[in-house]
């Protein structure tokens, strides 16, 4: 009898199988949704971004289309009045919609007058509005003769709408108008 060899009766070494990529690891998950996240959000400041400039690009060609009304109108003495009022008339309309995005409706809705200029000059922290060329806004189409400087205007106006736009709101120029109404009322009496 011959000795067998015990080695021979061991079975060969089973090598582990084949690494899948399915499932992956929970690292890999995390990271996952992660990236999903980021882009998601990145996908939202890109929409509001596009959104944003529509309504300003918008909000311009409004401006841009009263300006060159007014330009066409006024080109005789006889019109030139009546092209005047619809142009300030056509300024407040656009500055007011503008505004009513921006700031809260309560606020801005029943502003008129020197309030209302107050309430622009307060956005920006000047005196385009109150005591500039602006004023002519204040009493709009209500002026029996327009005279203003209506390039001027125009300058003061569109600088205002895109401030809106490109620069982040950091308060509430109805409450700095209201305030400063306060002063005036307290002053005066």
Do not use: E, H, P, Y
């Given at each position: 009898m011959e000795a067998e060899d015990p080695l021979a009766q061991l079975a060969d070494i089973h090598l582990p199988g084949e690494v899948s990529f399915w499932p992956p690891a929970p690292g890999w998950w995390m990271l996952a949704g992660v990236l999903l996240?980021?882009?998601a959000l990145i996908g939202r400041y890109y929409y509001l971004q596009g959104q944003t400039?529509?309504?300003m690009n918008s909000a311009m060609f409004e401006l841009d289309q009263a300006y060159r009304t007014w330009q066409e109108k006024s080109q005789t003495e006889a019109d030139r009045n009546q092209a005047?009022?619809?142009l300030l008339y056509s300024f407040n309309a656009i500055l007011k919609r503008v505004a009513l995005v921006y700031y809260p409706q309560t606020d801005v809705a029943k502003l008129t007058g020197t309030t209302w200029l107050r309430f622009l000059d307060g956005a920006d922290n000047n005196t385009d509005f109150s005591e500039g060329v602006g004023k002519v806004l204040s009493d709009g189409t209500y002026r029996p003769v327009f005279s203003a400087d209506v390039d001027g205007l125009y300058?003061?106006?569109r600088q205002w709408v895109m401030r809106r736009y490109l620069k982040p709101?950091?308060?509430n120029p109805a409450t700095t108008a209201k305030a400063s109404t306060e002063q005036t009322a307290e002053v005066s009496a």
């Open positions: 996240l980021t882009i400039r529509r309504r005047g009022l619809d300058s003061v106006v709101q950091t308060k």
